[in-house]
């Protein structure tokens, strides 16, 4: 029986009531604080930071950037390997999990859909007429029949209109 237990019992013994149970079970569990943790990453973080303005004023290459650092309070989805904290992991692992199911991952399914889609970029890629729409046709035959109006009215006028050069007539004056 520990000291507290000891106190304890002497101070309820006398007034009749029962004392609670004040053991551990109902405690919510503490987090491990990982302030060292964050402090050293922070540190290091500093120090690259350091190195690369040192690098870039003299002219040389950057240095590697600094490995990640992993937070040990977040969770790792086991389909995606992505980590998350606990309330989005709950979320994200059932997703995840409904992802993974919906995927295929038989060889000769795969092989069979690759086929597939090197024969579609194959289409693909045959060029094609293109498709004259309604108003476009319409636009060509008058173009074409407007140029066909100009060359029969070019035909039967002078030399100096036809050469492309526009001649300026002086007003006839009247008396």
Same mark, same amino acid.
Do not use: H, K, L, T
């Given at each position: 029986m520990s000291v507290g237990e000891v106190l304890h019992q002497m101070f309820w013994k006398g007034t009749g009531q029962y004392a609670k149970d004040f053991s551990t079970k109902n405690v919510p569990t503490v987090k491990k604080s990982n302030w060292r943790q964050q402090h050293e990453d922070f540190i290091n973080a500093i120090r690259s930071a350091k190195q690369c303005t040192i690098a870039i004023k003299e002219g040389r290459p950057l240095p590697p950037p600094p490995p990640p650092s $992993? +937070? /040990?309070? *977040? $969770?790792? %989805? /086991? *389909? %995606?390997? =992505? =980590?998350? +904290?606990?309330t989005a992991a709950e979320r994200h692992i059932n997703f995840c999990k409904d992802q993974a199911s919906r995927r295929v991952f038989n060889p000769a399914q795969k092989a069979a859909k690759l086929a597939s889609r090197a024969q579609n970029k194959a289409q693909v890629n045959s060029k094609k007429e293109p498709t004259v729409t309604s108003a476009v046709g319409t636009l060509l035959q008058n173009r074409t029949m407007d140029s066909s109006k100009d060359r029969s009215a070019k035909a039967g006028a002078s030399p100096e209109s036809t050469s492309g050069i526009k001649v300026k007539k002086s007003p006839s004056k009247k008396d």
């Open positions: $992993i +937070n /040990p309070d *977040y $969770i790792q %989805c /086991p *389909y %995606c390997n =992505r =980590r998350f +904290n606990e």
